[in-house]
């Protein structure tokens, strides 16, 4: 009796399981392969937006302030450093020490510490027009690493140097690879286009141990000459990432080069470039900042970006007519242009100090081309992560 008054319960369960089963399994084949695999590719990130300031405009120590191009932080002191790109023209190539007050609810200050003046090879500040400064990355030996973006029209050729942190000099080239560089030897056009070389940069791979080798990577903020014959967008928008080896002896070494996929502009872009980049502390992980400037103002957006299963291009002569390549994967984590503030000129973009919950923040600064109508924006994010 109690069999038989169970086994319609029992049966109307087993119906409604089997049910629940199939919505389960309907739902699981209604996700796309690709969205599971983009899951599966990114970091779990995004991003708060906690406050601006703007840098009033001043001289520190006979030097106009301005120019602000990149950051990098350090850690030990919780002090930034801010890159000029000033080309010796108004004071000599320099870099400045900042502390940046930044709390739970934003950035309350920003004032200036010091000046350093870059010095090459025999000990000098570099004379007007013959460097570029663009990129500049804090190293685990103390020192930092500078990118000049190249200003061929100028004769201003790129490059990437080591400088000591307290006196600014030079403690290290960092060869390029001959295809960046103009061609002498022939007639054929190669390397930077003008004022478009390397403005990102980035030193991975921190340790404990001072000696132990490190990763740097760069990029060009737009394609190569020969990588762009027509000069349209969709070629402009294929860049050159380099990855090298900085080791304690001995020369950095390039180890890989990938193909960087930047956005297509918008309709009414004058400019547009890769302008900053921060490696992660998970190996093989970037954040990217992409700037444009059209007609409606400035624009920026913030990317997630992996090399997972990006093919070396260092073979590549060119990547014109090249259709089979694969890129670095990337993701967009925020579009500037919807926090509703007006944008500057966005180049620089650091890691900063942990705030109490623990997260990481995110600094940008913009770079005013000492220009009155322009200023020396600070952002300054949360980055959320669950990592």
Same mark, same amino acid.
């Given at each position: 009796?109690i069999?038989r008054l169970l086994?319609?319960? !029992? =049966? %109307? ?6 049910s629940?089963c ?5 739902s ?5 392969p690709?969205?599971?695999?983009e899951? %599966? ?6 991003l ?5 300031? *703007?840098?009033p405009? *001043?001289?520190?120590?006979d030097t ?7 950051l990098t932080?350090n850690?030990? $002191?919780n002090r !930034? ?6 080309r010796s ?8 020490t900042?502390n ?7 950035? &309350?200050?920003v ?6 003046f870059?010095?090459?090879e025999?000990g000098q500040?570099y004379?007007?027009d =013959?460097i570029?400064p663009?990129?500049?990355?804090l ?5 930092v /690493?500078i990118?000049?973006? #190249?200003a ?9 140097k ?6 600014g000099?030079?403690? +290290? ?5 001959q ?9 054929s056009?190669?390397?930077?286009q ?10 991975a791979? /921190?340790s ?12 060009t903020?737009?394609?190569?000459i020969?990588d762009?014959?027509d000069n349209t967008?969709e ?5 050159? /990432?380099?990855?090298?080896v900085?080791?304690? /002896?001995?020369?950095p070494?390039?180890v890989a ?8 502009p918008?309709?009414?872009? +004058?400019?547009y470039g ?5 490696? +992660? &502390?998970?190996?093989g992980?970037?954040l990217t900042?992409? %700037?444009?400037?059209? @007609?409606s103002?400035f624009?920026?957006?913030i990317?997630?970006v992996?090399? $997972?299963n990006?093919?070396d291009?260092?073979?590549?002569k060119t990547?014109h007519g090249?259709?089979q390549?694969?890129? @670095? *994967?990337?993701k +967009? ?10 944008l500057?000129n966005l180049? #620089?973009?650091?890691? #900063?100090p942990?705030?109490?919950? #623990?997260?990481r923040?995110l ?7 000492? %220009? &009155?109508? *322009?200023?020396?924006?600070f @952002?300054?994010f ?6």
């Amino acid at each position: 009796m109690i069999d038989r008054l169970l086994k319609p319960i !029992f =049966t %109307r369960l087993s119906v409604l399981v089997l049910s629940l089963c199939l919505m389960v399994m309907m739902s699981a084949c209604g996700t796309s392969p690709q969205v599971m695999a983009e899951q %599966r590719m990114f970091l779990d990130l995004s991003l708060d937006y906690l406050g601006e300031y *703007q840098l009033p405009k *001043q001289t520190y120590q006979d030097t106009l302030v301005g120019g602000l191009s990149d950051l990098t932080y350090n850690p030990q $002191t919780n002090r !930034f450093y801010a890159v000029s790109d000033d080309r010796s023209v108004n004071a000599p190539a320099r870099f400045y020490t900042l502390n940046l007050n930044i709390t739970p609810a934003g950035l &309350e200050g920003v004032t200036i510490e010091s000046v350093t003046f870059l010095k090459n090879e025999q000990g000098q500040t570099y004379p007007k027009d =013959t460097i570029d400064p663009e990129g500049i990355s804090l190293s685990p030996r103390g020192t930092v /690493f500078i990118s000049s973006e #190249g200003a061929i029209a100028q004769g201003i050729l790129p490059f990437i140097k080591e400088y000591d942190l307290k006196s600014g000099q030079t403690r +290290l080239n960092v060869p390029l690879p001959q295809r960046y560089l103009p061609n002498t030897e022939d007639e054929s056009l190669q390397g930077i286009q003008d004022n478009l070389g390397f403005e990102p940069l980035t030193v991975a791979g /921190f340790s404990l141990i001072p000696d132990d080798p490190f990763r740097l990577f760069t990029a060009t903020e737009s394609a190569l000459i020969q990588d762009s014959p027509d000069n349209t967008p969709e070629e402009n928008s294929r860049l050159r /990432f380099l990855h090298y080896v900085i080791n304690p /002896f001995g020369a950095p070494v390039l180890v890989a080069e990938h193909l960087y996929p930047l956005d297509l502009p918008p309709d009414d872009a +004058l400019y547009y470039g890769l302008t900053a980049m921060n490696a +992660l &502390e998970k190996e093989g992980y970037f954040l990217t900042l992409e %700037r444009t400037l059209g @007609l409606s103002g400035f624009g920026a957006k913030i990317f997630q970006v992996t090399n $997972t299963n990006a093919n070396d291009t260092s073979n590549f002569k060119t990547f014109h007519g090249v259709d089979q390549i694969n890129p @670095l *994967q990337k993701k +967009l984590l925020l579009d500037l242009t919807e926090l509703g503030i007006e944008l500057d000129n966005l180049e #620089g973009m650091a890691l #900063g100090p942990h705030l109490p919950d #623990g997260s990481r923040t995110l600094v940008l600064v913009s770079d005013d081309n000492f %220009r &009155e109508e *322009q200023v020396t924006q600070f @952002l300054v994010f949360r980055l959320n992560s669950q990592v």
